[in-house]
Antibody
C-alpha cells in the first residue's frame, strides 16, 4: 500500500525557516517524480514544487522561487521541502504528492497534509 | 502560465441527479487535464487524467470529456458520497495550475 506521511509543520514567525519531510513507502520511491502542493485555509489547491525521480531537476512556482528548496533522499525514501524567509501568505496545509509515471497525468497519491502557520 | 477557469464555483443537486462541471484552460493543454475530488478535511483524490481516463477504482458514474482548452467532468446519478469539492488541473506544464474548485452541495 502506497503511503506518504508528512511531518515538520507547526507555527513559525515571519522571516524564519521550516523544513517539511515526507516519508514514502509501498512503492519504489526512486522511480517517481514527487511534488509539494499547498492549500491555504478555505482556499483551493496550489502546486508548489516538483523534483524529478533522481533529484536532478527541480521546478517551483514563482512565489516560492529563491525561498523554498525541494529535495529528496532516495536511500531513505524521503522527500523534503526547506522553506526559508517565510511569509504570512505561505500559511497553508502542505501535501506531499506522487506524480503519476506520466507526469501529465497528475498526482495519484497524496499524504494527509501538514499545517504550516506563519504568524508572529 | 496557463490559467484554469472552473465553473460553477458551487452547485446544489440532489441524490440521483447528474451534474457537469467545466474547466477552461487559457491555452491548448492537449488533453492533459486532471480532475480531483476533495472531501472536507481530507486529501485530494485523483479521479480522471488525460481528460477522459478514469483512475483505477473510481466509479463509472464519473466521466470526463473535452479537448484543446475546454473540458468537463460529469457525474451521473449522484451518490451521497459524491458531495465534495472538485478541482481541475493543468497537467501539461509547470506551473501545474489548478482551477479554483467547485463545491458540490446537497440540495
Amino acid at each position: 500500500e502506497v503511503q506518504l506521511v508528512e511531518s515538520g509543520g507547526g507555527l513559525v514567525q515571519p522571516g524564519r525557516s521550516m523544513k517539511l519531510s515526507c516519508a514514502a513507502s509501498g512503492f519504489t520511491f526512486n522511480n517517481y517524480d514527487m511534488a509539494w502542493v499547498c492549500q491555504a485555509p478555505k482556499k483551493g489547491l496550489e502546486w508548489v514544487a516538483t523534483i524529478s525521480y533522481d533529484g536532478s531537476s527541480t521546478y517551483y512556482r514563482d512565489s516560492v522561487k529563491g525561498r523554498f528548496t525541494i529535495s529528496r533522499d532516495n536511500a531513505k525514501s524521503t522527500l523534503y521541502l526547506q522553506m526559508d524567509s517565510l511569509r504570512s501568505e505561505d500559511t497553508a496545509t502542505y501535501y506531499c504528492a506522487r506524480h503519476e509515471i506520466l507526469t501529465t497525468a497528475g498526482f495519484d497519491y497524496w499524504g494527509q497534509g501538514v499545517m504550516v502557520t506563519v504568524s508572529s | 502560465d496557463i490559467q484554469m477557469t472552473q465553473s460553477p464555483t458551487s452547485l446544489a443537486a440532489s441524490v440521483g441527479e447528474s451534474v457537469t462541471i467545466t474547466c477552461l484552460a487559457s491555452e491548448d493543454i492537449y488533453g492533459s487535464l486532471v480532475w480531483y475530488q476533495q472531501k472536507p478535511g481530507k486529501s485530494p483524490q485523483l479521479l480522471i487524467y488525460g481528460a477522459t481516463i478514469l483512475e483505477d477504482g473510481i466509479p463509472s458514474r464519473f466521466s470526463g470529456s473535452g479537448s484543446d482548452t475546454q473540458y468537463s467532468l460529469k457525474i451521473n446519478s449522484l451518490q451521497p458520497e459524491d458531495f465534495a469539492s472538485y478541482y481541475c488541473q493543468n497537467g501539461l506544464s509547470t506551473p501545474y495550475t489548478f482551477g479554483a474548485g467547485t463545491k458540490l452541495e446537497l440540495k
